[in-house]
C-alpha cells in the first residue's frame, strides 16, 4: 500500500509488476542520461564565447542527432512491448473472478463456486477498526489464493469505471456491455489496496478496492464457510 512520503512505485506483488519496476527504472535512466548530456551541451554551448562555423551546418552531426534518438527509442520500446504482451496473456487460469463496477461500489462475482456473490462498499469512518485505513477499507474483502493463476473479468453497468491494484500491476477498464479480462498472480499472503482509477462521477474518490491474499487451504475453507 502507499506510504506517507513514499517517493517509488509500491512494493510488487505479482511477476509482472515486477517486470513493470524494472522497466520503469530502465526507462528512467535513460532519461537521466539524456536529461545530463542535454544540459551538459546547452551549458557548454551558452557560456562558449567563440563559434565554430563549420559547426553550423555539419553533416555529421546532424547525422548523429537523428539516429541517438531513433536508437535510444528502440532500447525502451522493445522491452514495453514485451510488457504489453505479458499484460495480455492469459495462461491457464485455475480461478475466473467477476468484478462489476456501479455508482459507486464494486460488486464479485466468484464463476467457479455457486452461491458466492456479494458487493463491496468503503467503510465509513465510524465504523473503522484501529488497524484499518481511511477511504480504503471495504466492508467485503476480496479473498483469494496465493500462487495461482487467477483471471479477473471486469464490466460495468452504468458508466466507465477502472479496477485498478498498483502493487500487482493491473488496471482494467470496467465498460458498460463489455467484458474485459486479465491475469493477476500473486507471490505471497498479504493484503492489497487499490481504487477505481477512471472519473466515474461525484463519489469516484469512495470506491476503494481490497484484496486479500492466502494460502490455497485458507481460500478452500473460506469458500466452504461462506
Not at 461500489?105 to 477498526?129: G, H, Q, R
Not at 467485503?140 to 493463476?149: A, D, E, F, S
Not at 493484503?191 to 477505481?196: A, D, H, L, P
Not at 472519473?199 to 469512495?206: L, Q, R, V
Request: net charge negative.
Amino acid at each position: 500500500m502507499p506510504m506517507w512520503s513514499q517517493m517509488n512505485l509500491q512494493e510488487a506483488n505479482s511477476p509482472l509488476m515486477e517486470q513493470l519496476i524494472f522497466f520503469h527504472d530502465h526507462t528512467l535512466m535513460i532519461l537521466i542520461m539524456i536529461t545530463t548530456m542535454v544540459t551538459y551541451i546547452l551549458t557548454s554551448t551558452i557560456t562558449n564565447k567563440f563559434i565554430n562555423r563549420s559547426l553550423l551546418e555539419s553533416q555529421k552531426i546532424e547525422l548523429i542527432w537523428t539516429i541517438m534518438p531513433a536508437v535510444t527509442l528502440i532500447f525502451i520500446a522493445l522491452p514495453s512491448l514485451r510488457i504489453l504482451y505479458l499484460m495480455d496473456e492469459i495462461n491457464e487460469p485455475l480461478l475466473t473472478i467477476k468484478s462489476i463496477g456501479h455508482q459507486w461500489f464494486w460488486s464479485y462475482e466468484y464463476s467457479d463456486f455457486k452461491n458466492i456473490e456479494f458487493d463491496s462498499y468503503m467503510k465509513p469512518t465510524n465504523e473503522l477498526s484501529e488497524n484499518e485505513f481511511r477511504l480504503l477499507e471495504v466492508d467485503n474483502r476480496v479473498i483469494l489464493p496465493m500462487k495461482t493463476p487467477i483471471r479477473m473479468l471486469i464490466t460495468s453497468l452504468d458508466v466507465i469505471h477502472s479496477w485498478t491494484i498498483p502493487s500487482l500491476g493491473i488496471k482494467i477498464d470496467a465498460t458498460p456491455g463489455r467484458l474485459n479480462q486479465g491475469m493477476i498472480f500473486m507471490n505471497r499472503p498479504t493484503i492489497m489496496y487499490g481504487q477505481c482509477s477512471e472519473i466515474c462521477g461525484a463519489n469516484h474518490s469512495f470506491m476503494p478496492i481490497v484484496i486479500e491474499s492466502t494460502s490455497m487451504d485458507l481460500f478452500i475453507k473460506w469458500v466452504k464457510n461462506y
